[in-house]
């Protein structure tokens, strides 16, 4: 089974695990690196490489990051350029987190990767949208 951190400025990384798991229930091969105000950008690499090896049975570790270009990304992915079984998404939010979450058994990283991506773009939407898709659907052109 693939391992997943998450890392995060602040606490996000605790709080998504936490809201998470209220959701699925508690996860194996998954901790939260958290980059608190006050800590070094050279003592997250250390927790994040603590966390990976913590996390990783062998299958791989995705590290799941906050923001693109931050400390936590930027340090995730000095780890994963050095071991090919790590990946780095960057942009994480809860449902990506859920949906992969239940998937990860058996899957390959770049299939992960891959599919958490499009998890992340489903669901970045607004009720707009979704009242538009609805209307649509229920106008049922698929028969003219």
Wanted: charged fraction near 20%; proline fraction near 3%.
């Amino acid at each position: 089974m693939l391992g997943i951190v998450i890392t995060g400025h602040g606490y996000f990384a605790s709080g998504l695990l936490q809201a998470v798991e209220q959701v699925v229930g508690q996860q194996p091969q998954c901790c939260a690196v958290d980059f608190p105000e006050g800590i070094s950008t050279e003592k997250l690499l250390v927790l994040l490489e603590a966390a990976c090896s913590a996390c990783d049975s062998g299958d791989g570790v995705i590290i799941l990051s906050d923001l693109l270009g931050g400390s936590p990304f930027r340090q995730a992915a000095q780890l994963a350029i050095v071991n090919p079984r790590y990946e780095v998404i960057t942009g994480t939010n809860m449902q990506l987190v859920v949906e992969m979450m239940l998937d990860r058994e058996g899957m390959a990283l770049e299939t992960f990767r891959d599919m958490a991506l499009e998890c992340g773009r489903r669901g970045l939407t607004s009720l707009w949208h979704e009242q538009q898709k609805r209307r649509y659907d229920s106008l049922n052109l698929d028969g003219i």
